[in-house]
């Protein structure tokens, strides 16, 4: 069955880095999203993407944020200088049919 | 804005009881309900949807009715498993309008053998 994949599993960075997290969405899916989940707390919408643009973004998401789909298959979020807080589950989802959204596994990003 | 709003856990129970757990939203228009599970160390899984008023999603044993007049989805399962030990996420989207899904805070399961 297909599925979402993410990489890398764990990211660990220092506060300032620049991150890029990775995913490959489900290959005929044409809706594409980011959502995030601090430990404990619930899972957060960032960002959702269609037709090579960003079509929603949460307040979460500002300048530090971006999302690309540079090649097709992948769909990445870069943070461009990452502080304590960005440290979250990172889920990347994609839709071929809305409203049902798969999910990846997920990127454990912590910030040191 | 939309919200979703379930039990707080985490709920313990013993294997074979019955379970039930809470799920309230608020929203505009008609949106579209979902429970997602997430087992310990993996990502969410779509568990079960409905995308009207009165339909009941079901799989793998677990049932929830999306009742507008109560603005509910709870979900029950006649017998749990010690498998069926996960957080739980109720969850709603609104199609055609912006289709993020709007996540409730999740319940963390415990099912004794």
């Known amino acids: 069955e297909p599925e979402v994949t993410q990489t890398p599993s764990h990211q660990v960075t220092q506060m300032g880095q620049e991150v890029i997290l990775r995913c490959v969405p489900i290959?005929?899916?044409?809706?594409f999203y980011w959502y995030r989940q601090i430990l404990g707390q619930k899972v957060e919408f960032l960002v959702s993407?269609?037709?090579?643009?960003?079509?929603?973004k949460s307040e979460i998401f500002d300048d530090q944020f971006s999302v690309e789909r540079p090649d097709g298959s992948n769909f990445t979020l870069k943070i461009r200088s990452t502080k304590l807080e960005d440290s979250a589950m990172y889920f990347c989802?994609?839709?071929?049919?809305?409203?049902?959204?798969?999910f990846g596994p997920g990127t454990r990003l912590t910030v040191l | 804005g939309d919200s979703v709003t379930q039990m707080e856990g985490p709920v313990t129970l013993s294997e074979e009881a019955f379970l039930t757990i809470n799920c309230t939203y608020t929203?505009?228009?008609?949106?579209?309900l979902f429970w997602y599970v997430q087992y310990p160390g993996e990502g969410l899984q779509l568990l079960l949807k409905?995308?009207?008023?009165?339909d009941k999603g079901s799989n793998k044993g677990f049932e929830a009715t999306y009742r507008k007049e109560t603005t509910s989805f709870h979900l029950e399962k006649g017998s749990v498993q010690v498998s069926d030990s996960a957080v739980y996420f109720c969850?709603?989207?609104?199609?055609?309008?912006?289709?993020?899904?709007?996540f409730g805070k999740g319940t963390r399961l415990h099912i004794l053998p």
């Open positions: 929203a505009t228009g008609y949106p579209s």
């Open positions: 993407f269609y037709n090579n643009e960003i079509s929603e």
């Open positions: 290959s005929n899916h044409l809706y």
């Open positions: 969850a709603l989207s609104q199609v055609n309008r912006d289709d993020k899904i709007i």
């Open positions: 989802a994609s839709s071929e049919v809305l409203p049902e959204q798969f």
């Open positions: 409905a995308t009207k008023a009165d």
